[in-house]
Structure formats: C-alpha cells, structure tokens
C-alpha cells in the first residue's frame, strides 16, 4: 500500500486494534506517515461469518468517508 501511496494511487490499509501502532510505524518507514488506516475490532481471524460482517460494519463508512474524502 505504501508503494501505491507514494505514486498517488488513493490507498488505505484495514488494520485491527492491535496493530494499530505497528502499521503507524511501518507506514513511517516506509515513507507514507499519512497513509490512512480503516480500523476495526480486533481479531479477525477465526471469526465465524457474522462476526466478519460486524467488522465490515465497522469498516464500512470509514472507507466511506474516505472515499467523500478524495472526492471533495
């Protein structure tokens, strides 16, 4: 995602809570310090198929408004 950041293609990773300091630290790294992060509860693997739509409801509209974000 950071390579596609830095040549101006609109990109988000979705990060769960638990990682939120790793991804912000890689994100540095790798040079895209603004690189927006879409957050959701944490864990994500090993969810049944219910749990994995209450993440997307929870990722959902920050990807929305992302998007209103770019077009603005």
Same mark, same amino acid.
């Given at each position: &995602?950071?390579?596609?950041?830095?040549?101006?293609?609109?990109?988000? $990773?979705? #990060?769960?809570?638990?990682?939120?300091?790793?991804?912000?630290?890689?994100?540095?790294?790798?040079? $895209?310090?603004?690189?927006?992060?879409? $957050?959701?509860?944490?864990? *994500?693997?090993?969810?049944? &198929?219910?749990? #994995?739509?209450?993440?997307?409801? #929870? @990722? @959902?509209?920050? @990807?929305?408004? *992302?998007?209103?974000?770019? *077009?603005?």
């Amino acid at each position: &995602m950071c390579e596609l950041r830095k040549r101006g293609v609109a990109a988000a $990773v979705i #990060v769960s809570e638990a990682f939120i300091g790793l991804a912000k630290t890689q994100a540095r790294v790798f040079g $895209v310090p603004d690189l927006p992060l879409i $957050v959701i509860p944490h864990p *994500l693997g090993g969810l049944d &198929m219910d749990a #994995v739509k209450s993440r997307v409801e #929870v @990722a @959902a509209p920050q @990807a929305l408004k *992302l998007v209103e974000k770019l *077009l603005t």
